[in-house]
């Protein structure tokens, strides 16, 4: 057997709820504009024809009490607070119709976001990578099997910092439901176990400070603290 150069990079894996199996992180694909009140705080109308996507290294996922440092070419980061999806089977070319049963289940996490680039990178037409794909940018609360909470329609969606309440909607505000998502999603992409979906934010996306506290939560999904670290 032919041997690695070096050690391979540990596996990205996230606790499960009632278990102590680790969910193993192969692709994190983020959906931009899925609410519509975050669309037009962003300058931006809804598409409604279809959604779009950019996606996060697995690298960059953390797990619920982490410290999230400051990364370094941003002075304006930003937390969004999304309803994640984990997928637990293999999904390509479904139908919404048939899609939960693709879901193993759902978490709270956070896609944070260097807001000046993404906002400049945006201008120029080019792609959101340095905005997005930030290193410790993804973190996610431990999963929730949908085999123990089924599969949330509405549920109150939260993100407090240092206390006070900076953003708060219902997931049944998506414009673009889970099920939706996997099946647009599906049609590009051969889904299968490990791949996790962040599925938007709602209003209220703001800055952080190096100290900061935030607590994301969804109702009866999970709920996640993360501290805000010393600039890179
Ligand atoms: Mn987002």
Known sequence: MAKYLFEPPPVAALPILGTDALYPVARIFCVGRNYEDHAREMGHVVDREKPFYFSKSATTLRRDGATIPYPPGTTNYHFECELVVAI?????????????????????????????????????????????????SAPVSPIAPAAAIGHPRRARIELRQNGETRQKSDIAELVWSAPELIAHLSGFYHLGPGDLIFTGTPAGVGPVQPGDKLEASIDGVGALTVTIGAPQ
Not at 121 to 128: F, H, M, S, T
Request: charged residues 30%.
């Open 88 to 136: 637990g089977a293999p999904a390509f070319k479904i139908a919404a119709s048939d899609a939960e049963r693709a879901i193993f289940g759902y978490a709270c996490g956070l896609d944070m976001t260097r807001r000046d680039l993404q906002l400049s990178e945006r201008a120029k037409q080019r792609p959101w990578t340095l905005g997005k794909d930030v290193e410790a």
